[in-house]
């Protein structure tokens, strides 16, 4: 039995659909979906239902691109309701979601948990200022998309919304987190600003976390950290935990002819 994570599916593009279609069955297997699998409620649908058909258990956590509001007949939807709409569909077809209770992976003990954290543009040089991130980072055209596609609702600013989630995160491993508990801990965005390695788009940090979470793998007793968003696949190591960023990313960054399961990252189980 074992633990494997991607993320990053981003089903939009033709090429990473007809991957997933095509990845083989793991019947005795787990699977960790972290965020932005797509955009489209349809298509996420489409993807819990293969992947509870491939695999024993499936995990999702929500990335930037599920919260993006693509549906323009739903002129009043916003960012929050969407996500919950989305695990209301997650809960239907058995996929465990952040607002699920956690689960233990039998082979190791190790506590899986599924995240919902943002970004609060904490991320940044310490010369920019909050009010000036997004001005600095157009400088060289780096802005997310996020500023036009996700719209806070109620939670007003992405800050606040985020401010929320780490909140009720903390609260909730004091209230549910054994003292003896070791963990899993599956996110989007990675936990560590010091994790994020993008030359690429060296200005685009200010969406890819929040300093809220920097110590979260020491605080509750992580043995491996699950990330994507960078598109950067790499494994790191900071205080003896380890730190899998799965990301598939679009089809020029990954290769057809392997297989998606070639991107699959073991987390952990038989063979460690």
């Not at 491939?54 to 309701?81: C, I, Q, Y």
């Not at 992405?158 to 003896?180: G, K, T, Y």
């Amino acid at each position: 039995m074992k633990l494997w994570a991607i993320s990053d599916l981003h089903l939009g593009v033709m090429a990473n659909r007809q991957g997933l279609r095509a990845l083989p069955a793991y019947p005795g297997d787990w699977l960790i979906l972290a965020g932005d699998i797509c955009e489209s409620t349809e298509l996420l649908v489409e993807a819990f239902t293969l992947c509870t058909q491939k695999f024993a258990k499936v995990f999702w956590v929500p990335g930037n691109h599920e919260l993006w509001l693509v549906d323009r007949r739903r002129e009043f939807m916003t960012s929050p309701m969407k996500y919950a709409e989305l695990v209301q569909a997650a809960r239907r077809l058995g996929v465990v979601t952040p607002e699920d209770p956690w689960v233990v992976f039998p082979p190791t003990g190790e506590v899986i948990v599924p995240l919902f954290t943002l970004y609060d543009y904490s991320f940044r040089p310490d010369h920019v200022s909050r009010e000036g991130v997004i001005a600095w980072a157009a400088e060289i055209d780096n802005v997310c998309s996020d500023e036009v596609a996700i719209k806070p609702g109620s939670m007003k600013t992405m800050d606040h919304w985020n401010a929320m989630l780490c909140d009720a995160a903390e609260a909730r491993f004091m209230r549910e987190l054994a003292p003896d508990a070791r963990t899993i801990l599956v996110s989007h965005f990675p936990l560590r600003e010091d994790l994020v390695r993008i030359p690429r788009v060296p200005r685009f940090t200010p969406w890819c976390g929040t300093r809220r979470t920097q110590e979260w793998h020491v605080r509750y007793r992580a043995v491996v950290a699950i990330s994507g968003h960078l598109h950067v696949r790499h494994t790191d190591w900071r205080d003896g935990v380890r730190f899998e960023e799965v990301s598939l990313g679009y089809a020029r960054q990954w290769d057809p002819a392997k297989g998606l399961q070639h991107y699959l990252r073991l987390v952990c189980g038989a063979g460690d």
